[in-house]
Every structure is written in structure tokens, then in C-alpha cells.
């Protein structure tokens, strides 16, 4: 079965500093795999994914991430953040056999930016 | 092209009452799911469904809860004589075909 692990609960950087949120995932194939943020109260919004092709995928709001077989990783990076980026951060992965539709979610991150 | 649209946004329901969750998927999307979050943990899937037809509904609990996404409206999301450990807030996403989801602003639901 897949799963997906965010080992950081919680993080906090200062207003224009580098951010670097970490996701690994379990999946015996080629796995699709997202980032979405949820604000306070709201609802999910995709930030970027990875279905093939190159590893370094590029997303709204300057985020990015990458994808590395060899560590089951697809972590999320943005070079200098910005107030409004503090929100919840889902990584998720979704197989691409069968139940090709179905996404498992971390737990999430919570980020919290300092002015 | 508006967005996934879920009502109510807050749905406070006694216990042993019904709870009707309603999503309306962006237009030309045909695929709708349904994801629960409880608190401090991520999403949780409960069912995926094409127009009038269940594909998968492992992720709901067998007793009391179902769903339905007919021809015409909405999905529903349908919770019978709820309890505390439904309180949570109910997500319906929805897809053109089975890649990426857009996801509804949530439903969230106390239960006293």
C-alpha cells in the first residue's frame, strides 16, 4: 500500500528566508506525486506535481520540488518566503496502476513565517 | 470556470441527526471524490464516483454513511444519525478524468 511521510509537524522560518519542506513515500512503481497548501479554513490548492519526465518540477507562488527515486523523496523548496506562504503543506501520492485515483496524504506541515 | 463549490461550508448537527454534505464539480468534470480530514491529520479517502455509479467506497465507513452522485445536481454526501467522531471537515474534489484534482473549499462539520 502506499504511504506518504512528513517528518517535520511544524516549522518556522523568518520572512525571506529559504524553506525546504520534506516528503518520502512508499509506492512499489512510478508514483505521481503533489503538493497541495491549505490556508486556514480553506480548501486544497495544488501547488505542483510530478507525473514524469524531469525531476525538478516547478509549481505556482515560485515553489518547486524534487523528485529522487534513489531516497523515495519529493521534497518542496522556495528560495525566499513570503509572509502569505504560511499554511498548511500536504504532500500526497497517487499510484498509477488500478487505483490510479486515489490519493494518500501526509500529515502535513505547518509552516509559520516570522517577520 | 467557477470552481469546486461545497455547501454548507459549517454544518452543526445534534447527535443521532442527518448531515447532508452537497459538492457540485467544475464544469466538464464527470469524476467526484470524497476526502475526510480529521483533526491534525491529513486527508483520508472515502469514496470516488462517476455519474450514478459508486467505482470505490473503501474509505467510508460501512454503517451509516453513503453517497451518491446522480445524473442530474450534485454529489451528496449523506451521514446518518451522526456522532462526535464525525465531526471533521468533509472535502469534495473533482476531476475531468483520473489525473489531477481540484478540491472544494470543504465542508466542516461539529457534531454536539
Known amino acids: 500500500a502506499q504511504s506518504v511521510t512528513q517528518p517535520d509537524i511544524h516549522i518556522t522560518v523568518s520572512e525571506g528566508a529559504s524553506l525546504e519542506l520534506r516528503c518520502n513515500y512508499s509506492?512499489?512503481?512510478?508514483?505521481?506525486l503533489f503538493w497541495y497548501v491549505q490556508s486556514p479554513g480553506q480548501g486544497l490548492q495544488l501547488l505542483l506535481k510530478?507525473?514524469?519526465?524531469?525531476?525538478l518540477v516547478q509549481g505556482i507562488k515560485g515553489f518547486e520540488a524534487e523528485f529522487k527515486r534513489s531516497q523515495s523523496s519529493f521534497n518542496l523548496r522556495k528560495p525566499s518566503v513570503h509572509w502569505s506562504d504560511a499554511a498548511e503543506y500536504f504532500c500526497?501520492?497517487?499510484?498509477?496502476?488500478?487505483?490510479?485515483?486515489?490519493?494518500?496524504f501526509g500529515k502535513g506541515t505547518l509552516l509559520t513565517v516570522n517577520p | 470556470n467557477a470552481g469546486v463549490m461545497q455547501n454548507p461550508r459549517h454544518l452543526v448537527r445534534r447527535r443521532g441527526q442527518e448531515a447532508r454534505l452537497r459538492c457540485s464539480p467544475m464544469?466538464?468534470?464527470?469524476?467526484v471524490y470524497w476526502y475526510r480530514q480529521l483533526p491534525e491529520e491529513g486527508l483520508k479517502f472515502m469514496v470516488y464516483?462517476?455519474?450514478?455509479?459508486?467505482?470505490?467506497e473503501s474509505g467510508m465507513p460501512k454503517e451509516r454513511f453513503s453517497a451518491e452522485f446522480p445524473k442530474e445536481g450534485p454529489s451528496i454526501l449523506r451521514i446518518q444519525q451522526v456522532v462526535r467522531g464525525d465531526s471533521a471537515a468533509y472535502f469534495c474534489?473533482?476531476?475531468?478524468?483520473?489525473?489531477?484534482?481540484?478540491f472544494g473549499p470543504g465542508t466542516r462539520l461539529t457534531v454536539l
Open positions: 500526497a501520492v497517487k499510484g498509477s496502476g488500478g487505483s490510479n485515483y486515489k490519493l494518500t
Open positions: 509506492y512499489g512503481a512510478t508514483p505521481y
Open positions: 464516483l462517476q455519474k450514478e455509479n459508486i467505482i470505490d
Open positions: 510530478y507525473f514524469s519526465g524531469d525531476t
Open positions: 464544469k466538464g468534470h464527470s469524476h
Open positions: 474534489a473533482s476531476s475531468p478524468r483520473r489525473t489531477s484534482l481540484f
